[in-house]
């Protein structure tokens, strides 16, 4: 640790320095920690691993907190101490004694898309004043081997996680396969959703292919699959509509899995998360009048041959659910409309290349209590004779492209071109047309 310090004497005109500089050696932490479990396994059998603490110190050591990172396909069923539905395998221990060890065992399955090491990390702290003080990791590592059965759950191409829009239609599909050299009779497959609260699936209107929606899941019973040839395949292609909008006490995330019995036993397919899309909109519009009636343009109108007429172009975006981050509207003007460097905005900024005459409005983020928000900027045209009678196009198609911070999904939304019609401004309606 160094200490560095400026000063000047109060007879001299120029500063001096100093550096102290302290040396702490760290050793280990009294903490040990020892991670066992099987080294050999196949997908589906249970499994039991143990992690065992211990303060080797002469005080009692507080908050102690432990983290484990899991492979992908492992499942914990259970553990104790116990953890609740849908919780991060994480364990908190009040109080550490001396020379008392304290133990956590949990147990569960791998999933049947799994093969080869799996390792299990686990990274135990200190919580001190928010602060995360890591005191050392363990690790355990099982030989997982070919399973005679595979079935992997998909959706969006991604056999981890997937995206839906509200009112779009969530779709997944179950690959499955005989990977051994005999015959599997009386296969099964259950496709189970959790979730903390209500799914927001308009099931009535799902597709199962074939399967039966019952209290545990989408069920497909050994009469509808059958019996599987060594390499034989099967696909089934769902889809789920979701809900226009969240009602009280709907998720905006759940996971799925799919279950496979076969004579040999229950294998599961990895779990996939899907993620509800943020609820994001952009409007814009064209006007010459407020709401009031209260004029934001000047000039000509209707507009005229020879004289300029300004229009304000509004962007509206409304969002809700999620929070977004690295947010940029763009559009861009004809050839014929003036970039006047009017413009304003609610929060972020708007730019402008003369070159490519692309109006950008840019907002590096947006929390989810933020419901809308606005930006405008002024244009101004000067028709000639070749646009009498005809609406003048005022900005081209409206994009907008932003990041879900919560599903990780790119949102792209669109907004149609404007013209003179002004259709938004009650005002000036029936005003657009260029005249003579």
């Known amino acids: 640790m160094q200490a560095y310090a400026s000063f000047r004497p109060a007879n001299f005109n120029a500063d001096f320095e100093d550096i102290a500089v302290g040396y702490i050696t760290t050793l280990q932490s009294v903490i040990t920690t020892k991670l066992e479990g099987p080294t050999e396994s196949s997908p589906g059998e249970n499994l039991t691993y143990s992690l065992v603490l211990e303060n080797s110190g002469e005080n009692d050591l507080k908050n102690i907190q432990i983290d484990l990172d899991l492979p992908r ?9 116990a953890l609740s539905p849908g919780q991060q395998a994480v364990w908190k221990i ?14 569960g399955s791998y999933a049947a ?4 090491f799996a390792y299990i990390d686990a990274t135990v702290s200190i919580i001190q004043n928010e602060h995360v003080l890591i005191q050392n990791t363990a690790q355990a590592y099982t030989d997982i081997l070919a ?18 829009d509200m009112a779009g239609t969530l779709r997944l599909s179950i690959a499955y396969q005989n990977t051994g050299e005999d015959n599997l009779e009386n296969v099964s497959l259950l496709l189970d959703f959790q979730a903390t609260d209500s799914i927001p699936v308009n099931w009535s209107q799902a597709s199962l292919a074939g399967g039966q929606l019952t209290q545990d899941g989408i069920r497909w019973s050994a009469s509808s699959i059958g019996s599987l040839a060594p390499a034989q395949t099967g696909l089934l292609n769902l889809s789920f509509p979701i809900d226009d909008a969240l009602g009280v006490g709907d998720a905006d995330s759940f996971t799925a899995s799919v279950a496979a019995t076969t004579e040999h036993g229950i294998v599961r397919s990895s779990v996939i998360t899907i993620y509800i899309n943020t609820q994001a909109k952009i409007t814009t519009e064209a006007r010459y009048f407020d709401e009031t009636g209260t004029a934001l343009g000047s000039g000509a109108m209707p507009p005229k041959v020879g004289e300029t007429t300004v229009y304000r172009l509004r962007f509206n975006l409304e969002n809700s659910l999620h929070a977004l981050s690295d947010l940029r509207l763009s559009a861009t003007l004809p050839p014929a409309v003036i970039w006047l460097n009017q413009s304003g905005a609610d929060t972020g900024q708007i730019s402008f290349d003369t070159d490519g005459k692309t109006i950008t409005w840019s907002v590096s983020s947006l929390p989810v209590e933020t419901t809308s928000i606005s930006a405008y900027a002024d244009v101004s045209i000067t028709p000639t004779a070749d ?24 949102i792209t939304r669109s907004s149609p071109a404007l013209t003179t019609d002004l259709e ?3 005002y000036a309606a029936g005003k657009g047309i260029v005249i003579e």
């Open 147 to 164: 399973s005679d059965f595979s079935v992997t759950l998909a959706g969006g191409g991604s056999s981890e996680k997937t995206t839906v």
């Open 424 to 426: 938004f401004d009650d």
């Open 387 to 410: 646009d009498i009678d005809t609406f003048v196009k005022l900005l081209s198609t409206t994009s907008l492209s932003a990041q879900d911070t919560v599903s990780g999904q790119t």
């Open 73 to 81: 396909g492992f499942y914990i069923e259970s553990s104790e101490p």
């Open 94 to 107: 009040p109080t550490l004694e001396p020379s008392t060890p304290q133990t956590i065992t949990f147990s």
């Open 113 to 116: 898309d799994v093969e080869g």
